[in-house]
């Protein structure tokens, strides 16, 4: 009996749980400030992205300090800009979606990014996706469903950005789990960081380039500091176990997502909020609980 909170410090199911919900925590911050500075403060979305990122850069050179050059070498530098490009678009499609639907149904939409990150993992990866693994992404998925209500009147067609960014962060997610193979989690953050901060220049630049500040100023450098955070997160969630096993956690960011947009906006979506996120909620430790059993099995 003394031995089982060590098996769970231990266990790669749990640990690959536990970073994948922090980093839906930070990210639910970032998404709140980012909604902010777009929607209240007005600020145009394409420079939201760069300055969010640019920040994040800035605040990661202590980090590059400390880790001196050897933390960019790398034998995939190819990889890496792939999928930062595709991060970059997603990042871009997000912010956008942020601007134009609330925080609960962007987010409720960006969760089909398992269905993409499963068949991906499938396909590309090799990894096996057995009939838990669907069960709790479908589950999750129909929750999802549940909430959104794409047959009602509230649906439009700018709700389908977080979609769009779903597909493209789930393809980033694989470069991410194939690259966490041979690289350490420090030096893909830092590879991000440091390309995603020009290609969104560029981006902002064409559509028009803004410049924060007061509380604009601060919101940002707080999502940009999270932002690194958040990163650090999801790249050693994916170290730690596969990516169709640690993906339907990721569905925990709609709770945490509406907890935060209540508390900074005032508002909570109207509809089957609850009903759904206990769906997602139950798939979720329905995956992990099976995933711990099995390692146990194997011990």
């Not at 792939?82 to 990042?91: E, H, K, M, N, S």
């Not at 979606?97 to 990014?113: D, F, N």
């Not at 830092?190 to 559509?207: D, R, Y």
Request: charged share 10%.
């Amino acid at each position: 009996m003394n031995q089982s909170p060590l098996m769970l410090t231990r266990s790669s199911a749990v640990l690959g749980a536990v970073f994948m919900v922090l980093a839906g925590i930070a990210f639910a911050v970032v998404n709140v400030a980012t909604q902010w500075v777009a929607m209240v403060a007005g600020f145009p979305a394409t420079s939201i992205a760069f300055w969010q990122y640019a920040f994040a850069l800035v605040l990661s050179v202590p980090l590059l300090r400390r880790l001196g050059l050897r933390a960019m070498r790398t034998r995939f530098p190819g990889r890496h800009l792939a999928r930062v490009l595709l991060a970059a678009f997603g990042v871009q499609a997000w912010v956008e979606g942020l601007a134009t639907v609330p925080i609960w149904q962007a987010i409720a939409l960006v969760m089909t990014s398992p269905f993409f990150i499963i068949v991906g993992a499938k396909l590309f990866l090799g990894e096996q996706v057995g009939w838990k693994r669907w069960t709790a992404t479908l589950i999750g998925f129909s929750g999802a469903m549940v909430i959104l209500q794409p047959w009602s009147e509230t649906f439009t067609t700018a709700s389908l950005l977080p979609v769009l960014a779903a597909l493209l962060w789930g393809a980033s997610s694989l470069f991410v789990k194939d690259l966490t193979a041979h690289e350490r989690p420090e030096t893909i953050t830092i590879w991000l960081l440091l390309l995603l901060t020009p290609i969104n220049a560029g981006l902002a630049t064409v559509a028009g380039f803004a410049v924060p500040t007061g509380s604009g100023l601060v919101v940002l450098v707080l999502a940009g500091l999270l932002t690194v955070v958040g990163q650090y997160f999801l790249t050693a969630a994916y170290r730690a176990a596969d990516a169709a096993y640690v993906q339907p956690f990721d569905d925990l960011k709609l709770p945490l997502n509406v907890l935060a947009g209540w508390i900074a906006f005032g508002y909570a979506p109207a509809g089957y909020l609850w009903a759904g996120a206990a769906m997602i909620l139950g798939a979720s430790l329905f995956l992990m609980a099976s995933e711990f059993s099995k390692e146990k099995g194997r011990g």
